[in-house]
């Protein structure tokens, strides 16, 4: 299985700041990664899909790059509203496997 | 709108079966493919496996842990996925999540996301 690294694991960052999530794949993904947020008690939601592309609806704040296996996500200027759980997933490979999570807090 | 709603879960004893249905509304269900994806308690998620829609075979794929006990079936009429969860063991405990793909190969290569999710279903494995 492709093994999913995200890091921080955990990020405490003040409303307006801009924040950085890495995640590296164990092997060449090319572009087959997804990002996606879950707040508190609730379902996970898609953001981001194959690397870049922002999910209809979404923020512009939110933003993913990367290709192979180095990605990046990205919160422009963090809102309260942002405070969750967030996960990229590889789709390249069977089983679609999930980075371990990080999770942002408000300082 | 599109929804997803989960049922069907509950506290199980180990060795018990159960099965979970996602109840589609706001899309034509035989053009996706659908997922199941779970959550341990204070976990982060796992994906146990997929259907295929019918213009991709119908076939399904499983994660290493669920495979030969879990099976993935959908009734395109009823826009309803199954999970049937057969020989459980405590380490299944975990909300189910059911997930909406646009499962796509028509360009060459396939693409894939998880695009819509339902609220999630408590499974618990406990004597």
């Known amino acids: 299985d492709i093994q999913m690294t995200q890091s921080p694991s955990s990020l405490s960052a003040s409303v307006g700041d801009r924040v950085t999530i890495t995640c590296q794949a164990s092997q060449d993904i090319s572009n087959y990664l997804n990002w996606y947020q879950q707040k508190p008690g609730k379902a996970p939601k898609l953001l981001i899909y194959d690397a870049s592309n922002l999910e209809t609806g979404v923020p512009s704040r939110f933003s993913g790059s990367g290709s192979g296996t180095d990605f990046t996500f990205t919160i422009s200027s963090l809102q309260p509203e942002d405070i969750a759980t967030y996960y990229c997933q590889q789709y390249d490979n069977l089983p679609p496997t999930f980075g371990q999570g990080t999770k942002l807090e408000i300082k | 709108e599109v929804q997803l709603v989960e049922s069907g879960g509950g506290l199980v004893q180990p060795g018990r079966s159960l099965r979970l249905s996602c109840t589609a509304s706001g899309f034509t269900f035989g053009d996706y493919a659908m997922s199941w994806v779970r959550q341990a308690p204070g976990k982060g998620l796992e994906w146990v496996g997929f259907i295929r829609s019918k213009a991709y075979g119908g076939t399904t794929e499983y994660a290493a842990s669920v495979k030969g006990r879990f099976t993935i079936s959908r009734d395109d009429s009823k826009s309803i996925a199954y999970l049937q969860m057969n020989s459980l063991k405590t380490e299944d405990t975990a909300v189910y999540y059911c997930?909406?793909?646009?499962?796509?190969?028509?360009?060459?290569?396939?693409?894939?996301?998880?695009?819509?999710w339902g609220q999630g279903t408590l499974v618990t494995v406990s004597s």
């Open positions: 997930t909406r793909d646009p499962f796509d190969c028509s360009g060459g290569s396939c693409y894939s996301k998880l695009d819509y």
